[in-house]
């Protein structure tokens, strides 16, 4: 009998794989999580072992992974859980014997703007400012280096995670109600999915049959999809006839770093600033100080105290009332990725096809979605009408 402990089971790839594995009869499934908070959906479950442990708990890591033949990593969280956390979970794991590590990446390692030969998994990395992307291909770094050491290990990196319950969608659609949302270049730009069935199943070949030397995988619903075929499902659901429309250059002004420059002058001006001096003057001495200068500025004629104080402190700023929509720019940036990655190796390796296609995944979702705010009850409308 295999012993599986899925780490990250109350999240929403985690819930998935546990479901699945649960319906194999000769696997035992560890169902890890940090809090109780968000597992609901397992706890209803009675063939279930529920076990919450801290990842960054070395101790609680150990008992946890005794016995344990298999393992999945699909925790989330701090910069400390998802690097110092992870580390201890793979030490933990070749510490005891376990025969595979499956952990789940993000095809955001190859940045927001990918090149386009990451089609396929073998294009250079490059998480460029994504913080999230750095971190996950940190983590990849670190599950590589387990696999070098002994311990067998395979990376699945999803785009797109889609399907019922998917946070993803349920996110879009709000942000089409409230016009955060807009379409580029009419939607026409690629939008990588997979379904979480389709995940779990990747998860399931890679526990079972994967070659253990560390290799990344794309995995996908090995389906084309664009933003405007995703929005159009999800429109009806919104109250919206139509998404609003953005342009590439207006998604570019409000995303990009701003650049860092050091002036001397506006230090100067911020160390005497209102706000630094109100704080300093917490300290005593300090305070003496202050109040000295002040008294030198008081005697000052009327038209030089000014003129100091502009100096010091510039004209009183009025902020500017924007009457643009409140749109969420850095999600919407994720429309220039402009790339759909290959499932070809993990198909080639693992025999991987995809249960749901991406229309069935959608259709899946919007009825979850009307099933959860009671739309398909006899209440539809007034419900309707009071969301």
Known sequence: MRRVAVFGASGFAGTAIVERLLARHDVE??????????????????????QQVDIISRQQVRDALKGVTHVVNCTRGTDNVMLHGLSILLEEAKQAGVQHFVHISSVLIYGDKPSPDSVHETAHTDPQTNAYGILK????????????????????????????????????INMIKQDQFGLLDEGNTACATVDVANLAKAIELALFNGKGDGTRYFVTD???TTWAELTDYLLPLTGKTKAISIRKQDIERHTQVPKVSYNPLASIKHLVGSNVREALRLDPMLCKIDMF???IV???????EEKVRLTVEGPTSIAKVSHEAPINWQFCSAQMRGVFHSCDLLQKDLNYTPDVTFHESMQAYIKWH??????????????????
């Not at 290990?153 to 019922?164: E, R």
């Open 29 to 50: 499934v560890l169902a890890i999580i940090h809090s109780d908070g968000s597992a609901w959906r397992l706890f209803r479950r009675l063939d279930i072992t529920l």
């Open 137 to 172: 291909l940190k983590q990849d770094q670190f599950v590589q280096a387990a696999a070098r050491a002994g311990l067998p290990s395979t990376i699945l990196c999803p785009p797109n995670i889609i399907g019922p319950s998917s946070y993803l969608l349920s996110g879009l």
């Open 293 to 295: 200068f002040r008294r």
């Open 298 to 304: 008081a005697k000052l004629p009327g038209h030089l």
């Open 222 to 224: 090995n389906y084309n």
């Open 370 to 387: 009307n099933s959860m705010r009671g739309y398909d009850t006899e209440f539809a409308s007034i419900l309707k009408r009071l969301a």
